[in-house]
């Protein structure tokens, strides 16, 4: 019976950890995250369209050179809600794949995002908000299932998946939301 208690307990940490990465990823403002341009740019190489990046950039004027890798600088609050709900700028055709290569595997979840939001002509804002979401739905997949496949001291392992940290990178277009939970998956097995 504590088993199932356990499970119980699991489903909920999951539930937790949705929400956590959740607000990790709109309290990160857009291209404050880490190297996320440079991971949008690798995505776009990934799919042989090399202009992804800077079209996605232009459309959603956020500053992005004064608030790249400057943490302790602010973003525009009028800003931000401008580019939340501005019908985008970009032509789908701009943004779609021209191409498939492997090295899109490491980012496939928010590529699959991103696409997504392309598809359904989102604003900019929201086009890199369903990557991170697509990212951080990979991550805890991927960590359920390294749960289950845990034979013991699952708690130990599920502390390490909810650091804050790590969860800000689930949360992020970074491949790190694919290599870190599979890295959890390989411990488990």
């Not at 959740?22 to 880490?34: A, D, E, N, R, V």
Request: aromatic share 14%; net charge negative.
């Amino acid at each position: 019976t504590w088993l199932k208690g356990l499970e119980g307990a699991i489903r909920g940490c999951m539930v937790l950890m949705l929400l956590f990465g959740i607000i990790l990823s709109f309290m990160i403002p857009p291209w404050q995250t880490p190297d996320e341009y440079s991971h949008v740019l690798l995505i776009g190489a990934g799919e042989g369209n090399l202009d992804l990046a800077d079209t996605l950039r232009t459309d959603m004027n956020l500053e992005d050179e004064r608030i790249r890798y400057q943490y302790e600088e602010k973003i525009n609050l009028e800003q931000w809600r401008d580019a939340m709900t501005k019908a985008p700028g970009y032509h789908w055709t701009e943004c779609m794949p021209k191409g498939v290569h492997l090295s899109l595997l490491k980012h496939w979840p928010a590529a699959f995002g991103i696409l997504l939001g392309v598809l359904f002509r989102l604003p900019t804002f929201w086009v890199l908000e369903l990557g991170e979401l697509f990212s951080l739905i990979f991550y805890l997949t991927v960590c359920w299932f390294a749960l289950k496949l845990m034979p013991i001291k699952k708690e130990i392992l599920l502390m390490f998946m909810v650091f804050p940290m790590t969860m800000q990178q689930a949360s992020s277009l970074s491949y790190d939301a694919v290599l870190i939970p599979l890295c959890f998956l390989f411990v488990a097995y």
